[in-house]
C-alpha cells in the first residue's frame, strides 16, 4: 500500500519522480505528493487529493527544479484521503520532508510528547508524526539526519519504509524499511528508491534489497552505506531485476486488468517452464526436491493467503488432498495470526501471495516458524518478503501484476499448486503412473484450452452490459468450481461495486434461495464432471424462481444450456482443471460489467494492490 519513489543524482529529479508515481500507482491512488530540494535551496512540498495527473496540474507553473526528491502515492490509514493528509510530510522547521508506507502504531503518545514539545501538526497523520519526532531528536542530541532517523526508529513499534530528505544537505537521501518493503536502484553516481522495482527499471536493472530494519545512506558520489538500527554496517547486495518496460506497460491494451486476463496462457506456459516436463511426462519443482525430507514428514499441510490468493489456497485444498491424501487447512491469514492455533514442526505451511508483501501472511509465517513448521512461500514479486521469510517456494514467473484485481497471478497459483501436488503425490506414491501421466500432459494443454476460452472475450462483452442494472449477483459452484463461486464474485465486487456472493450450489437451498427472483443474476459454473447431475438439479430450481441463469458449460452441453438465459462455453477438461478454464469467462464478465458501468477497473476505490498494513 502506498507508492515511494524517491531520486538522487545528476538529472532533473521531478520528471523521474512523477514517471515513478504513475508505475506505483495501482498501490494507491487517493492522493499524491512530492518534495524536491530546488536548485535555489529551499525545500519544495506539492501535494494534492486524488491520482498522480491531479498533482501534475497542480504543480504546472511551481517551481520544480532540483536533483534530488521523493515522492508519494497514498492509500489512506490514519486520516481521510485530503491534501493535508497526503504525503510528503514536512517537519516543522519544514527542513525535512519525509514520505512513508506502514502505520507507526505508538504515533499517539509520541504525538502526546512531541506536541509537549511545542510541535504543531497540520495532519492527521501518523507520518507526521515520525518527521516531527525525528527533527525533535536530530535537534536535540545535534546529530546529524542519519544518526536522527536511527535513534527515532528505536523508539517507533509499528512497520514502515520511509525516506527522507534535508534542505540543508541536499548530497544526501535517507531511506530506512521495518515491515514495508523498498528497492534501491543503483545507477551511475545516483539512486533510485522504489517500493517496488516497477519504477526504476527503466533506468537500471541493479537493485538492492533494503533488508528488515536497516538504514540506508545515497549520496552524489554513488556511494551507498547500510547499517542496522544497532548501528552495525550491513554489505549492500546487488541483485539484477529481471523484469522488462513492456512487462509494466498497458501495450494495446485499454487496462491492466484486460491485458492480464489475456497474458495468462502465456503466462501459464512460463509457469510451468522448467517445471513440467511433457517429453518425460514429469514434474520437477525445485523448491520440492530440494527440500524432499521437510516436506515428506508433513503430516498437515496448511495454507495461509488472503483475498483471490486464499481462494488458489481452496482449489489447492481439494487437488492437494485428492492426489496426495495429506490433510490441508486453508485459513486467512488475519485469522490464523491471531486465534493461536495448533501447529507443530509436523506441519508444512505454505502461504500465498501474489505481492509477497501481504502484512497479514507475513505475520502467519512467522507464527508458524515460531512453531516449529517449514515454510513454503508461493509469490509472485521477486525478492519480497515472503519467499524471504520462507524455508523455500516457488516464484509465479508470470510478469508484474499491476491491476488490482488479481487475475493472472490466481491462475498461475492454481498452477503451482497443482505442479505441487503433483511431485508430492509422486514422491508418495500416492497415484498412479497412468493416472499421474494423464494429469500431466492435461495440464501441460491447459494454456492452449485458456487461449480457446478467450474466443468468448466478444460473446461475454456484448451479453454483459444486460447485467449493469443488477444490484446482487449470486455465484454458484460445486467441487473445484466452489471456490470458482468465491473468486467470481470477488471479482465483480472489488471492480464493478455490484454485491456478490458465491456459494457452493447445493448450499442454494439453506438460506439463500430467498434472495431469488427475476431480477437476480445467477451464475452457474457447471462444467461436465461427476457434480453435473447435482448442480443441474440446482439450476431447476433457480428456474422455477425465475432467476436469470448465466452458465459456464462444457462445450457440448444441453441440459445447462436448454435452461440459461445466456451461457458461455469452455473446452472440456479434466475435472481438477476446470478452474482454470471456468475463471476465464468470470474475469471477463466482472471486467464488461465495470467497464459499463463506467468504473475505474484497475485502480477500483478504497482498494491497493499490495496490503503492508493488517
Ligand atoms: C484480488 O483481486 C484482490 N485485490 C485481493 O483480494 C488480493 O488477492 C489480496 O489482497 C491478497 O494479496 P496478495 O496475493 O498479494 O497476498
Known amino acids: 500500500m502506498c507508492g515511494i519513489v524517491g531520486y538522487i543524482g545528476p538529472k532533473d529529479a521531478c520528471p523521474i519522480l512523477l514517471k515513478g508515481l504513475h508505475r506505483l500507482e495501482y498501490r494507491g491512488y487517493d492522493s499524491a505528493g512530492v518534495a524536491l530540494i530546488n536548485n535555489n535551496g529551499s525545500l519544495s512540498v506539492y501535494k494534492s487529493k ?48 519525509l514520505i512513508h508506507n506502514g502505520i ?47 535513534l527515532a526508529l528505536k523508539n517507533v513499534v509499528g512497520a514502515y519504509a520511509i525516506v527522507v530528505i534535508d534542505k540543508d544537505n541536499p548530497n544526501r537521501l535517507i531511506a530506512a524499511r521495518k515491515g514495508s518493503p523498498l528497492v534501491i536502484g543503483v545507477g551511475n553516481n545516483e539512486f533510485y528508491i522504489g517500493s517496488d522495482a516497477t519504477p526504476i527499471i527503466e533506468y537500471t536493472n541493479k537493485v538492492v534489497y533494503l533488508g528488515e530494519e536497516e538504514i540506508a545512506e545515497m549520496n552524489r558520489q554513488g556511494d551507498l552505506t547500510i547499517v542496522n538500527l544497532e548501528n552495525v554496517k550491513q554489505t549492500p547486495i546487488v541483485k539484477t531485476v529481471e523484469m522488462n518496460l513492456s512487462d509494466i506497460e498497458k501495450a494495446d491494451f485499454p487496462h491492466y486488468m484486460l491485458k492480464e486476463i489475456f497474458e495468462q496462457p502465456d503466462a501459464l506456459f512460463n509457469s510451468m517452464k522448467g517445471r513440467l516436463n511433457i517429453e518425460q511426462k514429469d514434474v520437477l519443482l525445485s523448491g520440492i526436491i530440494d527440500y524432499k525430507d521437510e516436506i515428506l514428514k508433513a503430516e498437515r499441510i496448511i495454507i495461509c493467503a488472503c483475498g483471490t490468493s486464499w481462494h488458489a489456497g481452496l482449489i489447492g485444498k481439494y487437488i492437494i488432498e485428492e492426489l496426495t491424501r495429506i490433510p490441508v487447512e486453508v485459513e486467512y491469514s488475519s485469522e490464523f495470526r491471531y486465534r493461536n492455533p495448533v501447529v507443530t514442526d509436523k506441519d ?4 500465498i501471495s501474489q505481492s509477497g508483501e501481504t502484512a497479514d501472511t507475513l505475520a502467519a509465517i512467522q507464527l508458524a516458524k515460531d512453531k516449529g513448521a517449514f515454510l513454503y512461500g508461493i509469490c509472485n514479486v521477486v525478492g519480497s518478503s515472503i519467499p524471504r521469510a520462507t524455508d523455500t517456494g516457488s516464484y509465479l514467473h508470470i510478469g508484474p501484476e499491476i491491476g488490482v484485481a488479481s487475475t493472472k497471478a490466481f491462475t498461475a497459483q492454481v498452477t503451482t499448486l497443482m505442479l505441487m ?46 447485467f449493469t442494472y443488477a444490484r446482487n449477483f449470486i455465484y454458484l459452484g460445486r467441487g473445484y468450481n466452489y471456490p470458482i463461486a468465491l473468486e467470481g464474485a470477488l471479482k465483480l465486487k472489488e471492480i464493478s461495486y455490484i454485491h456478490a ?33 447435482k448442480i443441474l438439479s440446482n439450476v431447476q430450481e433457480i428456474k422455477a424462481r425465475k432467476g436469470k441463469i448465466i452458465s459456464v458449460i462444457t462445450e457440448g452441453d444441453t441440459a445447462i444450456k436448454e435452461l440459461s438465459d445466456i451461457y458461455f462455453e469452455i473446452p472440456a477438461t479434466m475435472d481438477c482443471f476446470t478452474p482454470l478454464l471456468t475463471i476465464v469467462p468470470l474475469q471477463l464478465i466482472s471486467y464488461y460489467i465495470a467497464i459499463a458501468k463506467g468504473r475505474d477497473v484497475d485502480q477500483p476505490r478504497n482498494l491497493a494492490k499490495s496490503v503492508t498494513v493488517e
Open 501 to 533: 456472493e458465491g456459494y457452493p450450489s447445493a448450499e442454494m437451498k439453506h438460506g439463500p434461495i430467498a434472495l431469488i427472483d427475476e431480477e437476480m443474476p445467477v451464475v452457474v459454473i457447471a462444467p461436465a464432471h461427476s457434480k453435473y447431475e
Open 50 to 97: 486524488g491520482k498522480v495527473a491531479d498533482l501534475e496540474s497542480h504543480i504546472a507553473g511551481k517551481d520544480i527544479s532540483g536533483t534530488i526528491g521523493v515522492a508519494h502515492t497514498r492509500w489512506a490509514t490514519h486520516g481521510e484521503p485530503n491534501s493535508q493528509n497526503a504525503h510528503p510530510h514536512y517537519s516543522q522547521s519544514r527542513n525535512l520532508a
Open 421 to 466: 501436488a503433483l511431485s508430492i503425490a509422486k514422491l508418495r506414491g500416492t497415484i498412479t503412473k497412468e493416472y499421474f501421466e494423464e494429469l500431466v500432459e492435461e495440464l501441460y494443454a491447459i494454456p492452449e484450452k485458456i487461449k480457446k476460452t478467450m474466443e468468448l472475450n466478444e460473446k461475454i462483452s456484448k451479453y454483459s452490459k444486460i
Open 348 to 351: 508444512l505451511v505454505i502461504a
Open 104 to 150: 507507526i502504531e505508538n504515533y499517539k503518545p509520541l504525538k502526546q510528547e512531541m506536541m509537549n514539545h511545542g510541535k504543531v501538526f497540520k495532519s492527521e497523520t501518523d507520518t507526521e508524526v515520525l518527521i516531527q519526532f525525528i527533527e525533535y531528536i536530530k535537534e536535540l542530541h545535534g546529530c546529524n539526519l542519519f544518526e536522527a532517523v536511527q
